[in-house]
C-alpha cells in the first residue's frame, strides 16, 4: 500500500470550489478524475483545506493511497500531462491545476489530520481596475476618488492607512474566540478559538511585495481558519485603512463575537491559499509580523 502526498496549485477562476460536487467542476474532482485515469483505478483524495469559489492555491496539499504499479515519482508528469491542453502528448500549456510536488509518506498520514497550520495570501490592488487581473486581486472598487484635472480625467489610487491597518492587525495575532470573523453557512466546528501566529501587511516598498505598485499582500498564518475567516480579517482592515473604523474596533468586535461588529467580506478573486505547515518548527514565531 502506498501512501501519496500531493503539493499542487491551481486557479479557482473556472472551479466551484475545491470539493466534489455532482454536476459541476471542482479541483477535487478534476484531480481524482486524472489521477484515476493515471493510476488506473478510482481515486479519492484527501485534502487539507476546502477553498471556496475562486479561490486560489500556491501550495494546496491533498493526499491518496493504494495499491499501484507506476512508480510515485512518475505521477507528477503524467497527470500534469493530462491537466495540460496537451492531453496526449507534452503539453506547452499547463493546466488550470499542477501538481508541484509528488512524495510518498508514512501509511498513517493524512493530509488534513495531520495539518499543523496555514498561510493564506490575499492581494489587495488600490490601483484602476485591470480587466487582466480582475479573477486574482480585490480592486477597492466605490472607494476611489475620481481625480481631473486639465490635462486628464483619470482615477486616483485608493489610499489606504497602512499603519492603521498594522495596528488593527496586532489585535487579530493571538489567540481569540474569532466568532466575529467566522459567516454563516460554513461546516459547524466544536470551537471558534483560533491562534493567529503573524500577520503581514506587505507594500510595494517591501522587498518581498507582490511587485505591482499598487498593490497590497496580507498574509496570514495560523492553526486553522473559519469559514471565511481571513475575507473577513481583510475586508475589516480595508474599512481601517479607509478610515471608516478604528484600529481598536477589531479587539471589540473579537471580544464581542458578533459578526455584526467586523467588516466586509472581501472577494474570494483575492485570496491564495499559500503554505500548508505539517512540522510545528516549520511556523513562522508566534508574533505579529506586520
Given at each position: 500500500m502506498?501512501?501519496?502526498?500531493?503539493?499542487i496549485?491551481?486557479?479557482?477562476?473556472?472551479?466551484?470550489?475545491?470539493?466534489?460536487?455532482?454536476?459541476?467542476?471542482?479541483?477535487?474532482?478534476?484531480?481524482?478524475?486524472?489521477?484515476?485515469?493515471?493510476?488506473?483505478?478510482?481515486?479519492?483524495?484527501?485534502?487539507?483545506?476546502?477553498?471556496?469559489?475562486?479561490?486560489?492555491?500556491?501550495?494546496?496539499c491533498?493526499s491518496?493511497?493504494?495499491?499501484?504499479?507506476?512508480?510515485?515519482?512518475?505521477?507528477?508528469a503524467?497527470?500534469?500531462?493530462?491537466?495540460?491542453?496537451?492531453?496526449?502528448g507534452?503539453?506547452?500549456?499547463?493546466?488550470?491545476i499542477?501538481?508541484?510536488?509528488?512524495r510518498?509518506?508514512?501509511?498513517?498520514?493524512?493530509a488534513?489530520?495531520?495539518?499543523?497550520?496555514?498561510?493564506?495570501?490575499?492581494?489587495?490592488?488600490?490601483?484602476?481596475?485591470?480587466?487582466?487581473?480582475?479573477n486574482?486581486?480585490?480592486?477597492?472598487?466605490?472607494?476611489?476618488?475620481a481625480?481631473?484635472d486639465e490635462?486628464?480625467?483619470s482615477?486616483?489610487?485608493?489610499?489606504?492607512?497602512?499603519?492603521?491597518?498594522?495596528e488593527?492587525?496586532?489585535?487579530?495575532v493571538?489567540?481569540?474566540?474569532?466568532a466575529?470573523?467566522?459567516?454563516?453557512?460554513?461546516?459547524?466546528?466544536?470551537?471558534?478559538?483560533?491562534?493567529?501566529?503573524?500577520?503581514?501587511?506587505?507594500?510595494?516598498?517591501?522587498?518581498?511585495?507582490?511587485?505591482?505598485?499598487d498593490d497590497?499582500v496580507?498574509?496570514?498564518?495560523g492553526?486553522?481558519?473559519?469559514?471565511?475567516?481571513?475575507?473577513?480579517?481583510?475586508?475589516?482592515?480595508?474599512?481601517?485603512?479607509?478610515?471608516?473604523r478604528?484600529?481598536?474596533?477589531?479587539?471589540?468586535?473579537?471580544?464581542?463575537?458578533?459578526?455584526r461588529?467586523?467588516?466586509?467580506?472581501?472577494?474570494?478573486?483575492?485570496?491564495?491559499?499559500?503554505?500548508?505547515?505539517f512540522?510545528?518548527?516549520?511556523?513562522?514565531?508566534?508574533?505579529?509580523i506586520?
Amino acid at each position: 500500500m502506498k501512501n501519496v502526498l500531493l503539493t499542487i496549485e491551481y486557479d479557482g477562476s473556472a472551479f466551484h470550489g475545491w470539493q466534489e460536487q455532482p454536476g459541476l467542476r471542482t479541483v477535487q474532482g478534476t484531480l481524482q478524475e486524472a489521477l484515476s485515469k493515471v493510476i488506473g483505478f478510482d481515486v479519492h483524495v484527501n485534502g487539507t483545506s476546502r477553498t471556496d469559489a475562486g479561490v486560489h492555491a500556491l501550495g494546496q496539499c491533498c493526499s491518496f493511497s493504494g495499491d499501484f504499479g507506476i512508480p510515485v515519482a512518475n505521477i507528477k508528469a503524467a497527470v500534469n500531462n493530462l491537466l495540460s491542453e496537451g492531453r496526449t502528448g507534452a503539453g506547452t500549456k499547463p493546466g488550470d491545476i499542477r501538481i508541484v510536488d509528488c512524495r510518498e509518506v508514512p501509511e498513517d498520514f493524512h493530509a488534513r489530520f495531520d495539518c499543523k497550520g496555514k498561510t493564506y495570501r490575499y492581494i489587495l490592488s488600490t490601483g484602476q481596475p485591470d480587466i487582466f487581473r480582475r479573477n486574482y486581486c480585490y480592486f477597492v472598487d466605490g472607494l476611489r476618488e475620481a481625480v481631473n484635472d486639465e490635462e486628464n480625467d483619470s482615477e486616483a489610487a485608493v489610499a489606504l492607512d497602512v499603519e492603521k491597518m498594522r495596528e488593527a492587525a496586532g489585535h487579530i495575532v493571538g489567540v481569540h474566540d474569532f466568532a466575529c470573523f467566522q459567516s454563516s453557512g460554513g461546516i459547524p466546528r466544536e470551537t471558534t478559538v483560533r491562534t493567529i501566529y503573524s500577520l503581514k501587511i506587505i507594500t510595494s516598498a517591501d522587498s518581498n511585495s507582490n511587485g505591482n505598485i499598487d498593490d497590497l499582500v496580507i498574509e496570514v498564518t495560523g492553526d486553522g481558519f473559519l469559514y471565511n475567516m481571513v475575507r473577513i480579517i481583510v475586508g475589516t482592515l480595508v474599512e481601517v485603512g479607509l478610515g471608516k473604523r478604528e484600529p481598536d474596533s477589531v479587539s471589540e468586535a473579537i471580544e464581542a463575537k458578533d459578526r455584526r461588529l467586523a467588516g466586509h467580506t472581501a472577494p474570494a478573486e483575492g485570496l491564495y491559499l499559500a503554505v500548508i505547515y505539517f512540522d510545528k518548527d516549520e511556523i513562522p514565531d508566534y508574533a505579529s509580523i506586520v
